[in-house]
């Protein structure tokens, strides 16, 4: 028997097999055109959400052009914390497009809601996502970053728990030129439970997002199989005797020969 259905938002990621040694280092320079623009898209999520916002209130329905945009907002910010800070899972340079890119090794999917709850749109962005704020704040703290302090003559390195586990996997990879798989699979987990957590409360689900740490590249099935139940066992006597021979419910069991 399955049960079970997979949450609605979709995020899956491959590890890249060779990875550079030392192209980490220089990374968040090669990504600052895609921060810039990444500026530009989070403040248009932010007022076509408060757009998507009236229309559940008054239709139930997230506008399905909007949807597709904010989609992408979320899937562009994928690629590029995968190739940067939320990863570095992978060298190859984020393509600038909102559309899925099929041979990207970063992805992610939400499926369209039919409609959605006009009573649920005016607390789970806020009041209902608490408890899932404090949690993926302790992985992401307050955004990844990195600044060298010119008075100081330091580095300094945050971003919470994804960055410094990144900072640990790409440091590792600089001696040893393999990214440890058990962090990449821990990362990942954190990196999908964040963006179930932004979908949820951009107010494109109402499926509350699982308190669930679903690690590795690839989303689960979200199908439980459970094994059939065992036969009863039907009295009568036992099956078989002390010294081995059949007993009678077993006896009564076995086809006879034909005489």
């Known amino acids: 028997m399955v049960t079970g259905a997979p949450y609605p938002v979709r995020v899956d990621a491959t590890l890249q097999p060779q990875l550079s040694r030392w192209l980490w280092l220089v990374k968040w320079f090669l990504a600052v055109p895609h921060f810039i623009v990444l500026a530009l898209l989070w403040t248009a999520f932010a007022v076509l959400s408060v757009v998507a916002f009236v229309s559940i209130l008054v239709t139930g329905?997230?506008?399905r052009p909007v949807f597709d945009f904010n989609v992408g907002v979320l899937r562009w910010h994928w690629r590029v914390a995968y190739y940067s800070f939320g990863a570095f899972g992978t060298d190859k340079y984020p393509p600038f497009t909102l559309a899925e890119v099929p041979d990207y090794p970063a992805h992610l999917e939400i499926a369209y809601p039919g409609r959605l709850s006009r009573g649920l749109v005016l607390v789970k962005w806020w009041l209902l996502a608490i408890p899932h704020y404090l949690v993926t704040g302790l992985f992401v703290g307050g955004g990844t970053w990195l600044a060298w302090h010119w008075d100081r003559g330091t580095l300094s390195w945050g971003g919470g728990l994804v960055g410094v586990l990144a900072l640990i996997a790409v440091v590792v990879l600089a001696f040893t030129g393999r990214y440890p798989?058990?962090?990449f699979d821990f990362i990942l987990g954190m990196?999908?439970?964040?963006?179930?957590v932004a979908a949820y409360a951009g107010l494109m689900t109402d499926q509350y997002p699982p308190f669930r740490?679903?690690?590795g590249g690839h989303e689960p099935t979200g199908a439980v199989t459970v094994p059939p139940p065992s036969t009863p066992a039907v009295s009568?006597?036992?099956a078989d005797s002390p010294d081995g021979r059949p007993g009678p419910r077993a006896e009564r069991g076995r086809p006879r020969a034909a005489a």
Do not use: A, E, Q
């Open 61 to 63: 329905r997230y506008p």
């Open 181 to 183: 798989r058990s962090i």
């Open 191 to 196: 990196d999908r439970w964040v963006l179930r």
């Open 213 to 215: 740490l679903d690690m």
């Open 236 to 238: 009568g006597g036992p």
